[in-house]
């Protein structure tokens, strides 16, 4: 079992910059992957970055503005989100799985609003 916390969401203006943290308790952390995905209002939920061993992967829209790390020591991954846009607003979630984009245990989410 992993239990995954997300924080450092918040409102930001557009161009501007969040780091988003998921810090995970339980065991064998290191052997997961970890996705972040997001839900904009009235949206479906969809994968944005990912990292396990093989490597990290983004989804399209957040290419050269997205940076995900993990820090395996202390049991945390971020997201480095620069030159925020209006339409990254969603609620962002990290998630434990087997390999990128899989999903098995959820954070509750992190608001993250970018005003234009």
């Known amino acids: 079992q992993v239990q995954l916390v997300e924080s450092g969401g918040g409102l930001v203006q557009a161009g501007g910059s969040l780091r988003l943290s998921c810090a995970a308790s339980g065991r064998l952390f290191s052997s997961y992957a970890i996705n972040w995905f997001r839900q904009p209002p009235g949206k479906e939920r969809k994968f944005v970055a990912g990292t396990s061993w093989s490597g990290v992967s983004y989804v399209d829209s957040v290419k050269g503005r997205f940076t995900i790390s993990r820090d395996n020591a202390k049991n945390t991954v971020y997201l480095q989100m620069n030159s925020l846009k209006p339409e990254d607003t969603a609620v962002y979630y990290c998630?434990?799985?087997?390999?990128?984009?899989?999903?098995?245990?959820w954070g509750q989410g992190t608001q993250v609003t970018v005003s234009s």
């Open positions: 998630a434990a799985g087997g390999t990128i984009r899989a999903a098995k245990y």
